[in-house]
């Protein structure tokens, strides 16, 4: 796939190593995200440093690219939201208008998130 405007690749030199799905973005409620120590220690396993060096470079890459990130989000935030995007775009598409009404909803207290 070639990076578009619901898509971005994550090189560490000529090799890739994690894509961004923007067509995916959900909101995150704050009180909901953990910190997460992405230095190895000696008493990480090998698969875990591993883990921990990608994730340090996908967020180097992240940092680096935080304003052209912003700027593609909110694109394609845009086109979705207003009706402008393609067909093919908006089937690939989150509903986002709909997921931040969930998200109101579920902050407000709703409780049709645990219906059976």
Not at 6 to 26: H, P, R, S, T, W
Not at 59 to 86: E, H
Request: proline share 3%; glycine share 4%.
């Amino acid at each position: 796939m070639k990076n578009d405007v619901d898509f971005m690749k994550i090189f560490d030199g000529e090799k890739l190593i994690a894509v961004l799905n923007f067509n995916q973005m959900i909101q995150v409620r704050p009180d909901v995200i953990q910190p997460f120590n992405m230095r190895p220690s000696n008493s990480d396993d090998e698969r875990t440093k591993h883990y921990k060096k990608i994730t340090s470079k996908q967020l180097s890459f992240c940092q680096k690219n935080q304003d052209a990130i912003v700027r593609k989000a909110n694109r394609l935030y845009g086109l979705i939201t207003s009706g402008k995007g393609s067909y093919d775009l908006r089937k690939r598409c989150c509903d986002f208008s709909r997921l931040e009404s969930a998200l109101a909803r579920y902050k407000k207290g709703d409780s049709f998130f645990y219906r059976e």
